[in-house]
């Protein structure tokens, strides 16, 4: 390496001094490492140009500890120990003539774990992510209708944008929020989108065609459904508009409407030197806080007695709340992005709402169903996809080629600023070949025993995946 | 003697008119031999050789198109090849940089930095008017070899970025006299760090002119690594401008 380095800058200096010869012999030098050896033939170009279809099955084993001696014991069945994911994954479209194309993208699921018992049908599960048919009836016009996943957002921890995100997740391998968004389900609706030189709008509704249901959890998901009680079980209409105002400044507003409720949104980007994106993702409305959502909803499906309200405080009262992701990301010449975001969940617990949800437990969690109410919070808020905290950060680092070629690592942590607990994981992902990669995950949760992630059964977890494309 | 004297004077004048060129004509001269002024759409096929193996081979698709207003190019770069790649997309326009995945359904803004980042960005360098985002100093003239070990007479010019959306900061370039055709350049991190040797070659006719139709990228940083790009399929093809924005990134489909 030294040496390279040595006879490059004997080039260029000796360029600079016009010393022609002594320049030659260096070029000389970098022509010899043009490979003799002819590529590897590519694949039909034709073939290779007309697809963008994405398959490959994977598989991925966790491992899963768990804390003891939780501040508010968490309700049966204990948590898994171990799970074992064998999949499918599809991406694919077809053309249909000219102006119509059929699009689909699902997960079909082989799981096994120490928490549900085997051979049931719960070890299948399909993930019917997208189901579509796109009509392009004019150069810049497309309308879709079917199962389309419409995901917004320039964030990348949390999107308070991403207004159709609720309940979409249906099984959580990682906390990384980017590969959360990867398989979630899509909405049954009708979608339309313009575009000229100088922005987009973008409308959507999608109906509501069943009831809300309860929560799920590992042993009541259904193999083959579609799970439209997810997506479908309130009428709602999206409107956004993309501006291309200037290079440097794309603005995108939004408008969403559902039942009671309507939300104003906007993401903002711009890029400040050579290195640094700066963004802005902000998106506010009328709503209850996340403790009478939750009560409400739990009510409504079900899974809560009426009583429960009264369990902990608060606000059933709809005032105007904001959600707020702001954030920078920073890369450096060696391919590395550092990317720090603050969260605000204004409908999110304080810091008074932990210490309820903490002395409930101690002065009343001996009452039965008290603790699993307690717990039910948090699996609402899993399940909408929102922070349960209203101030927290999001730290992400990547490195793409790292030390090696075609390794990349990632870590990221998300930090609770109220009680200074939080997540941390570390993924390394190596491409073995043009077909297969392999990776690992390591996650850990840390802070004190009253705090977000210090009172989580889930203390650390080792995830070992492998994938073949085809 | 008559003869040979008006050769003598032609050459002479030649000469003078080749003298005459300024770094910015030889620079844009090259640029007009690397691309034309028409959008075009081709198939850039990367090859990566570790120790002079190959080893990964990249495929993307380039949608091409100058704009009139700034004279430089923008391009929508898609994934073909890896398989886990396909369907990625970015958009590079100017300092209006977005990369679509589609697994994710997301597009992210990634900065002048990041674009250097991956494969997508040799496609992309690759396009560029040179003349648009460096200004030129001519070092003298030089014979060097070429990629096909041909000897050619060279203009050696310094080039310094100009603007905000330069790749990158510094950059050597040889461009044979005459034809104007770029023969090498070597790129500059902004410590002055050599970052890539690249060398054009297998000049063809494509594309309306004599162009070249492959290059080779010799990584200065890892001494093990070389690239060697081909330009396949190139086509003229009627780009409208409003493919180049970041909500079109997922509608962009294969030909």
């Known amino acids: 390496m030294h040496d390279i380095a040595r006879h490059l800058a004997t080039a260029l200096v000796t360029g600079l001094l016009g010393i022609a010869p002594a320049l030659a012999a260096s070029d000389d030098s970098d022509l010899d490492r043009i490979p003799a050896q002819l590529p590897p033939p590519s694949p039909p170009e034709q073939t290779s140009s007309s697809s963008k279809d994405v398959n490959y099955v994977g598989d991925a084993l966790t491992l899963l500890g768990n804390r003891s001696g939780l501040a508010v014991p968490f309700p049966p069945p204990d948590p898994a120990s171990w799970e074992n994911w064998l999949y499918l994954d599809t991406r694919d479209e077809w053309r249909l003539g000219e102006e119509w194309r059929l699009n689909y993208s699902g997960r079909l699921n082989f799981r096994s774990s120490n928490s549900i018992p085997f051979p049931t049908h719960e070890n299948v599960r399909n993930d019917l992510r997208e189901l579509f048919i796109e009509w392009q009836p004019t150069e810049a016009t497309w309308l879709e209708l079917g199962r389309v996943n419409i995901r917004n957002g320039v964030a990348l921890g949390f999107n308070p944008t991403d207004f159709f995100r609720p309940r979409t997740v249906v099984e959580a391998l990682t906390a990384d929020p980017s590969v959360l968004r990867e398989d979630r389900l899509g909405t049954l609706m009708l979608t339309g989108q313009t575009l000229w030189r100088h922005g987009s709008i973008t409308v959507a509704y999608a109906p509501k065609v069943t009831n809300p249901s309860a929560i799920y959890n590992i042993r009541d998901e259904l193999s083959f459904d579609p799970g439209l009680d997810r997506t479908n079980a309130e009428d709602r209409f999206l409107a956004k508009t993309s501006l291309n105002i200037a290079e440097q400044f794309n603005p995108e507003l939004l408008y969403f409407h559902t039942g009671n409720r309507t939300e104003f949104g906007t993401n903002l980007t711009t890029q400040i030197g050579r290195d640094v994106v700066a963004y802005l993702e902000w998106a506010g409305g009328t709503r209850s806080d996340l403790i009478a959502d939750a009560f409400r909803y739990g009510e409504m499906t079900g899974t809560l007695p009426a009583a429960v309200t009264t369990l902990l405080p608060n606000s059933t009262a709809a005032r105007f709340r904001n959600d707020l992701s702001v954030g920078a990301s920073y890369a450096t010449g060696n391919n590395m992005t550092f990317n720090l975001e603050y969260h605000l969940h204004e409908a999110g617990f304080t810091s008074r709402d932990w210490s309820n949800w903490f002395n409930t437990s101690v002065s009343r969690g001996f009452i039965p169903g008290v603790n699993a109410a307690l717990w039910y919070l948090r699996s609402y808020a899993q399940d909408q996809q929102e922070p349960i905290s209203r101030h927290s950060a999001f730290l992400r680092w990547d490195w793409q080629d790292a030390f090696v070629k075609d390794l990349d690592l990632t870590a990221l942590a998300i930090v609770n600023l109220q009680d200074a607990s939080g997540l941390v994981q570390a993924t390394a992902e190596y491409h073995v070949s043009r077909d297969w990669t392999i990776g690992g995950l390591a996650s850990g949760t840390y802070g004190g025993r009253r705090s977000e992630y210090g009172s989580l059964p889930g203390e650390a977890s080792l995830l070992l995946r492998a994938s073949h494309y085809f | ?255």
Not at chain 2, 107 to 125: E, P
């Open chain 2, 1 to 255: 003697m008559r003869h040979i004297l008006l050769t003598i004077v032609a050459v002479l004048l030649a000469t003078a008119g080749a003298r005459a060129q300024t770094p910015h004509d030889i620079i844009a001269g090259a640029d007009k031999v690397r691309n034309p002024g028409e959008p075009f759409r081709s198939t850039t096929v990367l090859t990566e050789y570790v120790q002079s193996k190959p080893k990964d081979q990249t495929i993307l698709a380039v949608y091409s198109k100058e704009d009139k207003a700034t004279g430089q190019f923008r391009n929508l770069v898609r994934y073909v090849e890896p398989p886990r790649d396909a369907g990625k997309m970015a958009l590079l326009d100017g300092q209006n940089l977005w990369f679509y995945d589609p697994a994710a359904k997301s597009s992210v803004r990634i900065s002048t930095q990041q674009r250097l980042v991956g494969q997508a960005s040799i496609g992309d360098v690759l396009t560029i008017n040179f003349a648009i985002d460096y200004t030129g100093t001519t070092l003298g003239d030089e014979t060097i070899t070429d990629a096909e070990h041909q000897t050619r007479n060279c203009w050696h010019l310094d080039l310094r970025a100009a603007t905000p959306t330069a790749v990158y900061s510094r950059a050597e370039y040889w461009v044979e006299h005459g034809t104007f055709w770029p023969i090498k350049a070597k790129f500059y991190s902004d410590s002055g760090r050599v970052l890539k040797i690249l060398y054009y070659r297998g000049f063809t006719q494509r594309l309306g002119a004599v162009r070249p139709g492959g290059a080779v990228i010799i990584d200065a940083v890892d001494a093990s690594l070389v690239t060697t790009v081909e330009f396949t399929n190139p086509t003229f093809q009627a780009i409208p401008d409003f493919w180049y924005q970041r909500d079109y990134l997922p509608r962009l489909r294969p030909e």
